[in-house]
């Protein structure tokens, strides 16, 4: 298949994508869908009065919260394997070089804020337990203080995620909708990328 960057005067057509392997763009969807519901069980639970119920989704939330860390460890390694990736449009090297500093933000922040979560746990002395299948060990000491500091971490680091992730959401539309380019058909599942914009 011949990449559309190799005709660089030619627009690009949504439906000539060159689609990123299907592994790839699985574990892409798949991690958003477990972001997803690790802030919504955060949310969810600030309305819950229920103690054990609370404790329930608190819990839920870590595991998800380290599959999603587990799942960048799993997306580096099936994208190494596919090395090299072909251009799925023409960029100028400061788009290329904002959508590369946005990607590894995305997946340093994917990759520290669940340990910075286990973190936290551990200081407030909270057993951290994936899925209630076995306990986690303990980070850190047991400490109040340092508790509070890595609740300001994690909410925080939490906060800049989402912004990131609107903000890929976004590049990606305007590359569809406004440059017309196959950005974002590259990614999307075989069932969506077959219909019409």
């Not at 608190?58 to 860390?69: D, K, P, W």
């Not at 936290?120 to 076995?134: E, I, P, T």
Request: overall charge positive; hydrophobic content about 55%; aromatic content about 8%.
């Amino acid at each position: 298949m011949t990449s559309p960057s190799a005709h660089p005067g030619t627009p690009f057509s949504p439906a000539a994508a060159v689609r990123r392997p299907p592994a790839l763009i699985f574990l892409h969807w798949l991690t958003l869908a477990l972001i997803a519901a690790v802030l919504g069980l955060v949310f969810v639970r600030e309305g819950i009065d229920e103690k054990a119920l609370r404790m329930t989704l608190i819990n839920l939330h870590r595991s998800l919260g380290l599959c999603v860390a587990l799942l960048v460890v799993v997306r580096i390694a099936v994208r190494l394997a596919k090395r090299p990736l072909p251009p799925t449009a023409d960029a100028s090297p400061l788009e290329h070089f904002v959508a590369m500093a946005v990607h590894l933000a995305l997946y340093v922040l994917m990759f520290v804020l669940p340990l910075i979560g286990w973190a936290l746990s551990s200081a407030n002395g909270k057993a951290v337990s994936f899925f209630g299948l076995f306990v986690l060990p303990p980070l850190v000491e047991q400490d109040e203080d340092l508790g509070d500091v890595f609740a300001e971490y994690h909410e925080g680091a939490a906060w800049l995620l989402l912004g990131l992730v609107g903000a890929h959401a976004a590049a990606a539309l305007a590359h569809h909708f406004i440059k017309r380019d196959g950005v974002l058909r590259a990614m999307l599942p075989v069932w969506l990328a077959g219909r019409r914009s």
